[in-house]
């Protein structure tokens, strides 16, 4: 079956521009996160939505990141006026309702390479 | 705290050899804890993990050791193979939520 998808794969910007990046979860999973990877570095925990509930943005580094589920699928995260710093690589993860360990797996996409000039 | 410390950063090992990357985590209330596997260019799979109430598990030649009273757990790769070579990352966290991950180490196989 098809895993998680993410659009763009890669997205050059010049600093200052707005970006939006976009995750297509696994079919029926609830749960979606937004982790970030810099370059030779562990994931950061950005935002996590699982169903209705309201999302836990504890991890946004700033006011210039927001991030919205639509129809309890599709998520796309935004940066506003991006600096060089936002450079990384973001990844969306999903993971499936239900008990015992299936619903702590995350399914992790490919991510999107962001590149700020 | 919620950091995790994973170390060494990276290491290598002769074909056949045993792999072992260590992690320590802080939040006591932590009870998941997974590793993932991250070829270049590609996002992080799991590959195998550990709930506190068992010392250890087992999936073919990965292993997780787990100590609850140190905070502290690890990943065995027994006969290591070339298509092994990757970045290995441990992580932990609530069950079915987000989760901490350490800083990641880069395992090279020689054949």
């Known amino acids: 079956g098809a895993g998680v998808s993410q659009s763009p794969s890669n997205k050059v910007t010049e600093k200052g521009k707005d970006v939006e990046l976009r995750c297509d979860p696994i079919?029926?999973?609830?749960?979606l996160y937004w982790y970030r990877q810099s370059l030779g570095q562990g994931l950061e925990f950005l935002i996590y939505?699982?169903?209705?509930?309201?999302?836990?943005k504890s991890g946004l580094p700033s006011d210039r990141f927001s991030a919205e589920r639509t129809g309890g699928s599709v998520s796309t995260l935004t940066i506003q006026r991006t600096q060089q710093e936002d450079s990384a690589v973001y990844l969306c993860?999903?993971?499936?309702?239900?008990?015992?360990?299936?619903?702590?797996?995350?399914?992790f996409g490919p991510g999107t390479r962001l590149l700020v000039l | 705290q919620q950091q995790v410390k994973q170390s060494p950063q990276s290491l290598i090992v002769q074909k056949g050899g045993i792999s072992i990357i260590n992690c320590a985590y802080e939040?006591?209330?932590?009870?998941?804890f997974p590793w993932y596997q991250q070829f270049p260019g590609k996002g992080p799979a799991l590959l195998i993990a550990?709930?506190?109430?068992?010392s250890e598990k087992k999936e073919g030649r990965f292993t997780i050791s787990f100590n609850k009273s140190a905070k502290q757990f690890s990943l065995h790769i027994m006969d290591s193979q070339p298509g092994d070579s990757a970045t290995y990352f441990c992580?932990?966290?609530?069950?079915?939520?987000?989760?901490?991950f350490g800083g990641g180490t880069r395992v090279l196989v020689k054949p």
């Open positions: 993860a999903s993971s499936p309702r239900g008990a015992g360990e299936s619903r702590e797996t995350q399914y």
């Open positions: 992580a932990a966290g609530r069950a079915g939520n987000k989760l901490t």
């Open positions: 550990i709930r506190p109430d068992v």
């Open positions: 939040n006591t209330a932590f009870d998941y």
């Open positions: 079919s029926g999973h609830t749960a």
């Open positions: 939505f699982q169903g209705n509930s309201a999302p836990d």
